[in-house]
């Protein structure tokens, strides 16, 4: 008796095993994304990293810079002897402005003595003859220079000055005067009487106005 069997018949037909070659090569092609994707992320993480320590040594040579400024601008540590000579001219300045201040009150002058009146006065009582060439007031002292033609005219002057409200009880009588004779190209003449007077004793002499 023959007997036919249907080999088309699925429940006969071999089943494939689990590591059949589709199986395995789909296996492979995701394996394969897989470690191109890891790959692209790993790439992009170092790409990161690498930027992030640029910017960080960026700003940290930028921090170094800034100190590096900042100490260059702060002074530099002086030693003791040359604080102490500071010290010691600090202290010669305050004396000095102590004593400049005992000076200006010392030289509070009552309206009629005031340096304004001084200025009026020597402006109207000046003769023709004698010229002004320094004036010093301060402290209750007036010293006067200048230059005169005739001894008598500074005489006269002087005596008009000293009889006046301003010179009273400080009369001008420190004088100190020489001839002096100008040089023959100088175009000046006659010889002139240089002087300096003054309350008290002659102050040193001055440059000229």
Request: hydrophobic share 45%; aromatic share 2%.
């Amino acid at each position: 008796m023959v007997q036919h069997i249907n080999l088309l018949n699925p429940a006969l037909l071999p089943k494939p095993g689990p590591l059949s070659p589709q199986r395995l090569l789909g296996v492979c092609a995701v394996a394969v994304l897989a470690v191109l994707a890891l790959s692209v992320a790993l790439d992009q993480a170092g790409r990161s990293a690498k930027a992030a320590h640029a910017a960080a040594a960026a700003r940290h040579q930028a921090e170094r810079e800034g100190l590096r400024l900042q100490l260059a601008a702060l002074p530099a540590v002086r030693k003791p002897e040359a604080l102490a000579e500071e010290v010691k001219w600090l202290a010669g300045e305050v004396e000095g402005q102590r004593q400049l201040l005992e000076r200006v009150q010392a030289g509070q002058l009552a309206p009629q003595q005031r340096h304004s009146a001084l200025l009026r006065l020597l402006a109207t009582a000046t003769p023709s003859g004698v010229w002004l060439t320094g004036l010093q007031a301060g402290a209750g002292k007036v010293t006067l220079e200048g230059q005169a033609l005739q001894a008598p005219a500074l005489r006269d002057w002087v005596a008009g000055l000293n009889q006046g409200p301003y010179f009273e009880g400080r009369p001008l009588e420190q004088l100190q005067a020489q001839r002096e004779v100008p040089a023959a190209d100088t175009g000046i003449s006659p010889a002139r009487l240089k002087f300096q007077i003054g309350t008290g004793a002659p102050a040193p002499a001055r440059s000229r106005s």
